[in-house]
């Protein structure tokens, strides 16, 4: 490393701090005394998927970085250094130690800690995964965060941005030598990165803090002359069942534990699905139940755990009638049970959503599992496809049996025709199957405290004696969004962004008739990534017009009259037939 007294630009060294895989990093003084963290980059040790548009990618990431968990932007540029290019990149002075530097001395954390760290680390990586342009940091360890100790608690942020990545650059982008592999999500092995990779090493961070170690570790040098057998070793071990050190202090933590086995659960599906989802498990707003579970052996044995919380109907706009009628329906049933069982009256077994694609469905079912406060679990196809005879029925079984544990619980199922698809149409006994044992599950599931919801663009392709009485009994039509709630979707997804004054909500909702709330949300993302691009300080009623006028409805009219006609025709409403035309004059 370079020597004590050696001017980069108008930086001084005053000493060396570390020596990574493609840069040094030393603290330094600028001409005015004032201290600094240098980092100085090798550019012919560079990864081509460290360049953006010409650019050394983690300069231009750090540039638009800004927020009280993320160490600051100061200056960057280019020198020669011995006949060798380099580009360095300069940073805040941050008077503190490095989280690995607190655990070699105090070998591990109180929960108290721990939580307060993880907390600070998720902040700023909300607002990296929330920027127009999404940022994954992809390399979150104990060496990548400094704890600032300059104010009257210690305040963690998040530096060294070498493995940052731009969401959208797709999994080719992802250079993973040099990477700690125990704090690597599995899919992160096969070159794909998303926010949930970032999580996942929180979840790895926080029990590195609680017991000394990184998760599923074990000695690698065995492996030191066979990268792949390593690698192979490691994704094996983070597929077992995660083990939880005995100790004295347990009771302390044991709290946090349900956490952590879902940050680090194999299946990205099962582990947290946003940043702002692990917020709020850590500050206690989620509740996670973890079964089977016990100090020396933790388990998460199944991927039923949250009791959604939230605003519930509050962040749906529109839909006035659709909300009056499952409030009266259902939840009054469930919050007033002496009195519907005074009249013998029980919850619905199930409820079907069906309409055309993007108006909401799934969305409105989990608002409609807030607004109950109840456990809430999100069921695809691929959750109950099994290669085994009867794999699926049994998968099926067991996703009820759990739900009536964590009764009253709402079990959502998207694209339900999938799963109890029209047995006549069948040729495989396994499937047909599978599709029994869903309509014996369904039965009196409601008297058990669990509601089905099943969401569905093709009803006609539905079992019909799934449809009947005692089953998904109560049907509810998702149209795509009227005036008022085109309007209402607009104020929503624009409320927690920088705009302009003078937003005529009224005209941007007369110009995206026949959008669906999918199309909004999408031509909002859009309007702020032509603020982001142009440099722009907020979005104006202009860029939402541009962003219109290049964006056309995903559902065509003649899907949507498609739709409507199954409707009427489920709903037994009569079509209207045209007006006979009159002979003669």
């Known amino acids: 490393m370079l020597p004590k007294g050696l001017v980069i630009d108008s930086y001084t060294i005053s000493f060396p701090i570390k020596e990574g895989h493609y840069a040094e990093t030393y603290r330094v003084k600028d001409d005015s005394n004032m201290n600094f963290f240098l980092k100085l980059i090798d550019c012919t040790k560079l990864h081509k998927s460290q360049y953006h548009n010409g650019n050394i990618l983690e300069i231009e990431i750090s540039k638009h970085l800004s927020h009280p968990n993320i160490t600051t932007y100061h200056d960057s540029g280019e020198i020669v250094i011995s006949g060798q290019h380099k580009a360095f990149l300069v ?4 008077s503190g130690e490095t989280l690995a530097q607190k655990i070699t001395r105090v070998q591990r954390c109180s929960a108290y800690e721990a939580k307060q760290i993880a907390s600070g680390v998720l902040n700023g990586l909300k607002f990296l995964h929330n920027l127009p342009s999404p940022v994954i940091h992809n390399e979150l360890t104990i060496q990548n965060v400094m704890l600032d100790m300059t104010k009257s608690c210690v305040h963690p942020k998040i530096i060294d941005f070498e493995y940052a990545r731009f969401l959208n650059q797709g999994r080719r982008s992802f250079h993973k030598t040099g990477l700690n592999p125990f704090y690597l999500a599995p899919e992160a092995f096969n070159g794909v990165f998303s926010s949930q990779t970032d999580l996942y090493s929180v979840g790895a961070m926080l029990y590195h803090l609680l017991f000394g170690l990184p998760p599923f570790f074990f000695d690698l040098s065995k492996y030191k002359d066979d990268a792949d057998a390593a690698e192979e070793a490691i994704i094996a071990e983070k597929n077992r069942a995660l083990r939880i050190p005995n100790s004295g202090k347990k009771e302390s933590f044991s709290n946090l534990i349900p956490i952590i086995l879902k940050a680090l659960a194999p299946n990205a599906e099962d582990r947290f699905q946003s940043v702002e989802e692990f917020i709020k498990t850590l500050n206690g707003e989620i509740k996670l139940q973890v079964s089977s579970m016990s100090f020396g052996t933790g388990k998460l044995s199944t991927k039923w755990q949250t009791k959604k919380m939230g605003n519930g109907f509050a962040d749906v706009a529109g839909m006035h009638s659709l909300k009056d009628q ?64 009867h794999g699926g029925q049994e998968k099926i079984a067991s996703i009820f049996n759990e739900a009536r544990k964590n009764a009253p619980a709402v079990l959502f199922f998207d694209e339900i025709e999938a799963m109890i698809k029209d047995r006549s149409k069948h040729t495989n006994v396994s499937e047909a199957g599978e599709v029994n044992e869903f309509l014996a599950q369904l039965n009196n599931c409601g008297q058990d405290g669990v509601i089905v919801i099943g969401a569905t663009n093709k009803l006609t392709e539905i079992d019909e004696a799934a449809l009947r009485a005692g089953r998904l009994e109560y049907k509810y039509y998702i149209p795509q969004p009227d005036f008022e709630t085109r309007t209402e979707l607009l104020r929503i997804n624009l409320m927690n962004r920088k705009t302009d004054f003078g937003i005529d909500y009224d005209k941007l909702a007369h110009m995206t008739e026949n959008y669906v709330s999918a199309d909004i949300r999408l031509i ?62």
């Open 524 to 585: 909002v993302d859009t309007a702020a990534r032509f603020v982001f691009r142009r440099h722009l300080d907020c979005i104006t009623m202009d860029i939402l017009e541009e962003a219109i006028n290049k964006t056309k409805p995903s559902v065509t009219m003649e899907i949507i009259k498609k739709h409507e006609a199954i409707r009427d025709e489920f709903e037994g409403v009569k079509p209207v037939k045209p007006e006979r035309r009159k002979i003669g004059f």
């Open 326 to 389: 499952l409030q009266n329906d259902v939840i009054n049933l469930l919050k007033n049970p002496e009195k519907a069982e005074s009249l013998g009256l029980h919850v619905p077994n199930g409820l079907l959503f069906y309409g055309p694609p993007g108006c909401g469905k799934t969305f409105f079912a989990e608002k409609f599992a807030e607004e109950l406060g109840c456990y809430y679990q999100y069921v695809k196809c691929s959750d109950v496809a099994s290669p085994y005879i």
């Open 91 to 94: 940073y805040e002075f941050i």
